[in-house]
């Protein structure tokens, strides 16, 4: 059984920066699939960050200026990368992983406990 593991949220001032890691448990090297889903108060939870196995990564069109998603399958880790952070960032990011794209979109296999980010003005 895979566990997903977030760390490094926290609170900042608007334009800061933090890092996110995600460690797993196991290998990740089977899940073709992992990133960063976010959920802020009163919204649905939406998908931040994406790397794939094979070395190819990107970030939603709100946020690939700022974030950085980078992977490393030998040290089982996902980080990302936020930088120029604004109060609209604040939520709970979560680490997830599939074994494909469309269970990662739909429904990732497994998903972290969760780090909160707060970003104030």
């Known amino acids: 059984q895979v566990q997903l593991v977030e760390s490094g949220g926290g609170l900042v001032q608007a334009g800061g920066s933090l890092r996110l890691s995600c460690a797993a448990s196991g290998s990740i090297f089977s899940f073709a699939v992992m990133g960063w889903y976010r959920q802020a108060p009163g919204k649905q939870r939406e998908l931040v960050a994406t790397a794939f196995s094979g070395g190819a990564a990107n970030c939603a069109d709100s946020v690939k200026d700022r974030f950085t998603i980078s992977r490393d399958n030998a040290k089982n880790t996902v980080v990302l990368q936020l930088n120029s952070l604004k109060p609209e960032d604040t939520a709970v990011y979560y680490c997830?992983?599939?074994?494909?794209?469309?269970?990662?979109?739909?429904?990732?296999?497994?998903w972290g406990q969760g780090t909160q980010v707060t970003v104030s003005s």
């Open positions: 997830a992983a599939a074994r494909n794209f469309l269970n990662f979109i739909r429904s990732p296999d497994y």
